[in-house]
């Protein structure tokens, strides 16, 4: 799968609106605070001294924060914000798919990984569904690869609008998605499944005139057969992904 971004650049982080409010906003807050604590600190160094030009010392005291602080503080706060915002765009692309805005590979498997542990911990079923956009090349070939590019973003919004929160769902590979269901059996897997399957193989795409029409393979596996093991749980999926390819040829063959 593609990098969801570039390596980093060496060029200086761009500014935003954003960031020059927090900065703005940021910098009158620790110079309003600055300008308390020096009124407080030369109030009460004037009463314990007894110095008698105490305008003088409040005026310098009021003087030296509004001098000092906007004009360091705000670019300090500057750049820290338009870092804190590139951070969290990082963050992101770390665990997204730049296509469909789904779980990249790495990130999902971790989850998985970190479910099947908490499964084996708390003592409930984990079930994954590999679903397969069939012969997605020659559709691509057909349509166009933008056209083929946004039937991939349909498919994964499609599918991301229909299941729970508590589930997981990711683009592992080109055409090919992985859904993690937690405390689900394999009988309500598979009924699932095909619920999905009719849901997706006849949709609207944008820039594809007439209703596109697919095929979706599928591969389920549970805990229930396999045990909280990623792999097992995986080549399992994978294995019953086989079969659904064989049974869409064999299909194909008899028409």
Not at 1 to 17: F, W, Y
Not at 84 to 109: I, Y
Not at 110 to 115: A, F, S, T, V, Y
Not at 220 to 226: M, P
Request: hydrophobic share 40%.
């Amino acid at each position: 799968m593609a990098s969801a971004h570039s390596a980093h650049s060496d060029s200086p982080t761009p500014v935003r609106a954003g960031d020059r409010f927090y900065a703005l906003r940021m910098t009158a807050l620790i110079t309003f605070c600055g300008l308390l604590l020096s009124s407080l600190i030369t109030s009460i160094g004037v009463l314990l001294t007894g110095e008698r030009d105490w305008l003088s010392a409040i005026c310098l005291a009021l003087l030296i924060p509004l001098l000092l602080l906007p004009p360091l503080g705000y670019p300090l706060l500057l750049r820290l914000s338009s870092l804190r915002r590139e951070n969290r765009v990082l963050q992101q692309q770390v665990r997204e798919d730049h296509l469909t805005g789904l779980f990249n590979r790495p990130h999902l498997l971790g989850m998985l990984e970190r479910e099947l542990s908490l499964s084996q911990r708390h003592d409930y079923v984990v079930s994954v569904l590999l679903l397969d956009v069939a012969d997605f090349t020659d559709l691509a070939d057909r349509h166009g690869r933008r056209a083929a590019d946004r039937l991939l973003r349909v498919f994964a919004d499609r599918i991301r609008d229909k299941i729970r929160e508590s589930d997981l769902f990711g683009r592992i590979d080109g055409a090919q998605f992985l859904l993690v269901l937690p405390h689900t059996s394999q009988h309500d897997a598979l009924h699932m499944a095909e619920g999905l399957r009719a849901l997706v193989t006849s949709m609207q795409v944008p820039g594809i005139e007439d209703s596109l029409q697919f095929e979706v393979r599928l591969g389920v596996a549970s805990t229930e057969n396999t045990g909280p093991n990623l792999n097992a749980l995986l080549n399992e999926a994978d294995y019953t992904l086989y079969q659904s390819r064989n049974d869409l040829r064999h299909r194909a063959g008899q028409n």
